[in-house]
């Protein structure tokens, strides 16, 4: 079984920058991507970034693009989301999620497992 453990939110000012990392423990082989994912208060999850865990390919919801990063750490099982340039609208919780098949690694459905979710307050 996987578990997927974030950390790294909080609150910021507008313009600021906060780090996410989400440690992936337990084994299973196959991981084909992992991604970030959001969902503010009265909406819909949304997808933020992958990452595809062979090759690094990226891939960013355009309301992120040129803002934020996301990386990994395959020797570590950790992948990590960079935000600069925050604004208020990026306020949500952020969640990980990590899937094991080849699939659309940006649509929600397709990941098995999921992270408890970082809290990101950004004021303005």
């Known amino acids: 079984q996987v578990q997927l453990v974030e950390s790294g939110g909080g609150s910021v000012q507008g313009g600021g920058s906060l780090g996410l990392s989400c440690a992936a423990s337990g084994y299973r082989e196959g991981r084909y991507c992992m991604a970030w994912f959001r969902q503010a208060p009265g909406k819909e999850r949304e997808a933020v970034a992958t990452?595809?865990?062979?090759?690094?390919?990226?891939f960013y919801a355009d309301s992120v693009t040129g803002r934020f990063t996301i990386s990994q750490d395959n020797a570590k099982n950790t992948v990590y989301l960079q935000m600069n340039s925050l604004k208020p609208e990026d306020t949500a919780m952020y969640y990980c999620?990590?899937?094991?098949?080849?699939?659309?690694?940006?649509?929600?459905?397709?990941?098995?497992?999921w992270g408890q979710g970082t809290q990101v307050i950004v004021s303005s």
């Open positions: 999620a990590a899937a094991y098949q080849r699939t659309t690694c940006m649509e929600q459905k397709n990941h098995q497992y």
């Open positions: 990452i595809y865990t062979r090759g690094g390919a990226t």
